[in-house]
T-cell receptor, first 114, second 115 residues
Framework: GNSVTQMEGPVTLSEEAFLTINCTYT??????LFWYVQYPGEGLQLLLK???ADDKGSNKGFEATYRKETTSFHLEKGSVQVSDSAVYFC?????????????WGAGTKLIIKP | DADVTQTPRNRITKTGKRIMLECSQT?????MYWYRQDPGLGLRLIYY???????NKGEISDGYSVSRQAQAKFSLSLESAIPNQTALYFC??????????????FGPGTRLTVT
């Protein structure tokens, strides 16, 4: 079956540090991949997505590349800010799945210290 | 105004009580979802609806029921609340079609505590 595995948190970094949050997946079909972000006290919002192998999604300085050979979609940012403190979720949707559901990772809490 | 609203935002109730969580959306989306969030477990799907006449069970539907009163409204009920239903509940919507599946729009959440 389909699944998503994220690195456990919390991840604590200093401001301006480089960020990587690992995400790997298993899928039986041809998934689309997503990163969502949940700021404190809010609902989730889509951060970026990639729909096919080698696609790079980007938004707000964050990037992630769909790597089919390593079944990964790691989230990166070159210089984090305190305002990036949030919980980040990796997810996939498999177009071969007639239920059309999103499969979610457990989330990774990111804490940025000034 | 927010595109997806949830009421109430916080609720404390006692074991055995019936409770309803409501969700409304102004995005015009056909698809609506109810999720539950517990620490370390990510999001788990309770129910989803692809239109007013279509209701589907998700991963953890036991103990819950839903009603899709209109395209814009989707309610979640706990018929007899129990303490392990204490969690953060999210409503979400998405457009129809394959591209819409992954792009979901979330409400702000309802924090439910069952004592």
């Amino acid at each position: 079956g389909n699944s998503v595995t994220q690195m456990e948190g919390p991840v604590t970094l200093s401001e301006e540090a480089f960020l990587t949050i690992n995400c790997t997946y298993t899928a039986t079909g041809y998934p689309s991949l997503f990163w969502y972000v949940q700021y404190p006290g809010e609902g989730l919002q889509l951060l970026l997505k990639a729909t096919k192998a080698d696609d790079k999604g980007s938004n707000k300085g964050f990037e992630a590349t769909y790597r089919k050979e390593t079944t990964s979609f790691h989230l990166e940012k070159g210089s984090v800010q305190v305002s990036d403190s949030a919980v980040y979720f990796c997810a996939l949707s498999d177009q071969g799945d007639s239920n059309y559901q999103l499969i979610w990772g457990a989330g990774t809490k990111l804490i940025i210290k000034p | 105004d927010a595109d997806v609203t949830q009421t109430p935002r916080n609720r404390i109730t006692k074991t055995g009580k019936r409770i309803m969580l409501e969700c409304s959306q102004t995005k015009g989306h056909d698809r609506m979802y109810w999720y539950r969030q517990d620490p370390g477990l990510g999001l788990r799907l309770i129910y989803y609806s692809f239109d007013v006449k279509d209701i589907n069970k998700g991963e953890i539907s036991d103990g819950y029921s839903v009603s899709r009163q209109a395209q814009a409204k989707f309610s979640l009920s706990l018929e007899s609340a129990i303490p392990n239903q204490t969690a953060l509940y999210f409503c979400a919507t998405s457009d129809s079609g394959l591209a819409g599946v992954g792009e979901q729009y979330f409400g702000p959440g309802t924090r439910l505590t069952v004592t």
